[in-house]
Every structure is written in structure tokens, then in C-alpha cells.
């Protein structure tokens, strides 16, 4: 069964343009992953600043491997969160 990961993420809109850049980095580097089915970046239409992300990797075995990712720890941790002033993360196992 796959694991798909939904996160939500804000940051403000001074800072889109960084928060973007990085988050299509995180996108190139996680669809080379052997595990990853999908990443899929999406920029929040009526909401500056709103980002969407849908992620599925093959398990949650997968998901832990990309979190374990080099390019995560730089693009994501490093880089992306202390922009945020939001995020919120969702878990699910692909029906």
C-alpha cells in the first residue's frame, strides 16, 4: 500500500520567492528517489505566500529514506522551515 504525505506550508510573502526555489530544488532531487511516486508542488492560489505539497513513496519506509535525504536536511529543514510561519503535515495510506 502506498503512504502519500499532504503538507501545507506558509510562510510570508517577502519570503515566496526563496520558499518556492527551494521547494522545487526538494521536488527534482525527491523524484530521483527509488521510493517516491509522486512529489508535486503546488503554490496556493488565493493565498500569497500558501504552498501544497503532495508527496506518495511506496511506503512509509520510503518517506522515512527521503526524510534521511541530504537534499531534505539542505532544501527542506535548513532552508524552507525557519521561513514558515505555518506548516501542518498529513499522513495516509493510499486506498
Known amino acids: 500500500m502506498a503512504y502519500a504525505v499532504v503538507a501545507h506550508y506558509r510562510c510570508a510573502p517577502a519570503d515566496a520567492d526563496t520558499v518556492r526555489?527551494?521547494?522545487l530544488r526538494a521536488r527534482e532531487a525527491t523524484?530521483?528517489?527509488?521510493a517516491n511516486l509522486r512529489y508535486e508542488v503546488h503554490a496556493v492560489a488565493d493565498e500569497p505566500g500558501g504552498f501544497l505539497l503532495y508527496e506518495c513513496y511506496d511506503d512509509a519506509?520510503?518517506?522515512a529514506a527521503h526524510?534521511?535525504?541530504p537534499h531534505f536536511q539542505e532544501e527542506i529543514v535548513?532552508?524552507?522551515w525557519p521561513l514558515?510561519?505555518?506548516r501542518s503535515v498529513?499522513?495516509?495510506?493510499v486506498l
Do not use: I, N, Q
Not at 523524484?31 to 527509488?34: D, H, L, V
Not at 498529513?90 to 495510506?93: I, M, P, Q
Open 21 to 23: 526555489a527551494a521547494l
Open 31 to 34: 523524484r530521483a528517489e527509488p
Open 61 to 63: 519506509a520510503g518517506f
Open 67 to 69: 526524510k534521511a535525504a
Open 78 to 80: 535548513e532552508a524552507v
Open 84 to 86: 514558515l510561519t505555518e
Open 90 to 93: 498529513t499522513f495516509a495510506d
